[in-house]
């Protein structure tokens, strides 16, 4: 199928399992955020099993070809992973400098990092299980988790990117075994810090990819809307993925009305291509999505473009998350009809 759709991961979480004020309120929680969650502890499970049928099953409504567990489980697209690790003092968190500039609680390595147990592994199996599509599911990047971390440990930024990569390499073999179509690394910090993410991220991000059993892809944005206002005109990394061992790269082209010239220089890489502009609270046609796709095809083939919204539509209310979803794949399906 030419122009096939997918989330880029997270899907809007309902507003009686989480308390969105809160959530939107605050930077996303790069350490454990338990008390954003609404239902008891003891009750957590069932509640986040029922949100996540619901995620899987609208994004089937909507048209979707690959469908994600939306990361309902999660607080943040990368706290879960990184607070399961071996090495990290949960009781004494750190401060690092979010993207933006601002001091935000961390992860605080003491020890070495070392993944304990399968993280993802039973959501991906939950996914699987109630969904005949084609399946995707995320995971932090090595690089972007060691950009999210204090390290007490390690004393050296390229020895605790690698660390993190041996974990994410680990979780990657066990999501393919179970069943994954695409594992899917998440990078905004290689566009936040391209000096470093080109120094030693890029070389943690194929550490971490090496001798995957599957497709993987690797997305890099800008941050969420939400939280990261403003755009800048390009990349400041993103023709140096070319050097990515990845089969796919998630770009986001819609808000910052992205030049898409820049794609020549990933020639051979599939392109998942953001379409949908997750600061504006209008439902775009399928017309203006069509259009979006068109602007990258010069410079992408047909059939390696996968389409999506630019990043995760965790903070989207639910009408325009879904509204949004669907125009996408029905302009998705305008262009693939040009297409044959």
Known sequence: MLFPTSLVGSYCQPEWLIDREKLKGRFPPRTRAKELWRI?????????????????????????????????????YSNRFANALEGVDLDNPGTALDRSGEPNPVPRVTGDIRRMHAV?????????QHTDRKVKITLPGPFTMSQQAQDDHYGDPRALALAYAAAVKEEIADLFAAGADVVQLDEPYMQARPEAAEDYGLEALNAALDGAAGTTAVHICFGYAAIIHARPEGYSFLPQLSGCSCNQISIETAQSELDT???????????????LNLAD??????EVIAARIRRALPYVDADKVIVAPDCG????????AF????????????VRAEHG
């Open 313 to 320: 539509l965790k903070y989207l209310p639910a009408d325009v």
């Open 323 to 334: 509204g949004k979803m669907k125009a996408m794949a029905e302009g998705a399906r305008i």
């Open 261 to 275: 010239s820049v794609l020549e220089n990933l020639r051979g890489k599939s392109i998942i291509l953001g379409v």
């Open 281 to 286: 609270m209008e439902v775009e046609t399928p």
């Open 120 to 128: 993802e592994v039973e959501d991906l199996k939950f996914l699987r």
């Open 40 to 76: 008891p502890e003891q009750h957590l499970e069932e509640a986040q099993n029922s949100a996540t049928i619901e995620a899987i099953k609208l994004q089937e409504e909507a048209g979707l070809d690959i469908i994600t567990d939306g990361e309902i489980r999660r607080e943040s």
